[in-house]
Structure formats: structure tokens, C-alpha cells
């Protein structure tokens, strides 16, 4: 069993920045990717960003030059930074680690409102 639990949510101003962490605790020796999702009110849970075990990413459109995924392997931490925010980035961020079996492990999620 793997445990993630996120920080860093809050209200921010269009324009401005925030960093999402996201502490694992647990077997963490058994996740290979880490990826960060968000849901907005009414809409699916969509990916963010993927970080692989070889420090390769990936990033949804809507956010690439403007969000980056960082891990800190030693301190079973995950990042998100966010800079540029849009109003249409609002959403409960999520933290999610898939292992090398391909089961995925989530977080409680936090709230990022960004206003106009």
C-alpha cells in the first residue's frame, strides 16, 4: 500500500503561482510513475502531468511552460509548481503513483481556486 497525502492547494490571483507537494508514505519502492490530476466542478479528471522513474515528463496542453513536475526520490516527494494561473486552472488537484503492477494509489486532493 502506498499513502499520498497533497499540500499546497489555496486561492490565488489569474497571474500569480502556487506549489503543490505531495508526501508518499508506504511501499514507495513499488511506484515506477507519479503523475499529478485535476477535476473541476462538472467535469472528468483529467492528467496534469507524468513523472516516469527516469525523470522523464509529460504535460497536459493546456498547462505546458507553465506547470512543472519535479520528485525528490529521497524524500518520497512529489511537486507540482504552477505559474501563470488561469482561472481555468481551478480544481482539486490529485497526486497519483502507479506501480510497477500497474495499480495506482491516490491522494485526498486539494483545492486550487484561481480568480479573475
Known amino acids: 500500500q502506498v499513502q499520498l497525502v497533497e499540500s499546497g492547494g489555496g486561492l490565488v490571483q489569474a497571474g500569480g503561482s502556487l506549489r503543490l507537494s505531495c508526501a508518499a508514505s508506504?511501499?514507495?519502492?513499488?511506484?515506477?510513475?507519479y503523475t499529478w490530476h485535476r477535476q473541476a466542478p462538472g467535469k472528468q479528471r483529467e492528467l496534469v502531468a507524468r513523472i516516469s522513474l527516469d525523470g522523464s515528463t509529460i504535460y497536459a496542453d493546456a498547462v505546458k511552460g507553465r506547470f512543472t513536475i519535479s520528485r525528490d526520490r529521497a524524500k518520497n516527494a512529489l511537486y507540482l509548481q504552477m505559474n501563470s494561473l488561469k482561472p481555468e486552472d481551478t480544481a482539486v488537484y490529485y497526486c497519483n503513483a502507479i506501480s510497477w503492477t500497474a495499480r495506482g494509489f491516490w491522494g485526498q486532493g486539494t483545492q486550487v481556486t484561481v480568480s479573475s
Open positions: 508506504g511501499s514507495t519502492s513499488s511506484i515506477n510513475t
